[in-house]
């Protein structure tokens, strides 16, 4: 068995540290570990987005990297998005338009849409389905997903969500 690393994370602004062997994935001690379950496994191949979370300002799928990789780093999952004064607009988005329904894929996207709005604060539709096309989702195909994140995006430049709201069809934007 390979020695244990001391690792150090900073996670949704806390303090974390565990023992851990170099062979691990952050996705195993995020969960296991550290009882953070927001992030889900799904395909554990980086191909789903399930797994998204943020890493030191960039979204990274949690199942295709060694925890010993994210040594230092400032981790941000869905759980760090909410604030005491309530949920992120996004997930009042997400809530409000309906882009989920098994929610299995849910905190991927809110976390990959969060990072999104950061590169991006005001995207165009296309920008949206390009920036979010790491992520699957098997239940809603995407249209209520993609209306969320624009309503956010709307709401966060200090526009009506409403006026925003037409989302074309994946064949009307190609
Ligand atoms: S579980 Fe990580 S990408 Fe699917
Ligand atoms: S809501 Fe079920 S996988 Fe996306």
Excluded at 3 to 14: A, P, S, V
Excluded at 19 to 45: D, K, M, W
Aim: aromatic residues 4%.
């Amino acid at each position: 068995m390979a020695d244990k690393m001391h690792l150090k994370l900073t996670i949704n602004g806390e303090q974390f540290e565990t023992l851990c062997e170099p062979r691990e994935l952050l996705i195993h001690v995020l969960r296991e570990r550290f009882n953070i379950t927001g992030p889900h496994i799904g395909c554990e191949t980086s191909h789903c987005g399930a797994c998204t979370v943020d890493l030191d300002g960039k979204s990274v799928k949690a199942c295709t990297l060694f925890a010993a990789q994210a040594q230092g780093a400032t981790i941000t999952t869905v759980e760090g998005l909410a604030s005491p004064e309530g949920m992120h607009v996004l997930q009042e988005m997400f809530r409000e338009h309906h882009g989920l329904q098994c929610g299995y894929c849910t905190p991927g996207m809110i976390t990959r849409a969060w990072r999104l709005l950061q590169e991006n604060p005001d995207p165009t539709e296309e920008e949206v389905r390009f920036g979010m096309a790491g992520n699957l989702c098997r239940c809603t195909g995407y249209q209520n997903i993609i209306k969320a994140i624009l309503a956010a995006a709307a709401i966060m430049n200090g526009r009506d969500a409403a006026a925003d709201d037409a989302v074309k069809t994946p064949e009307e934007v190609a």
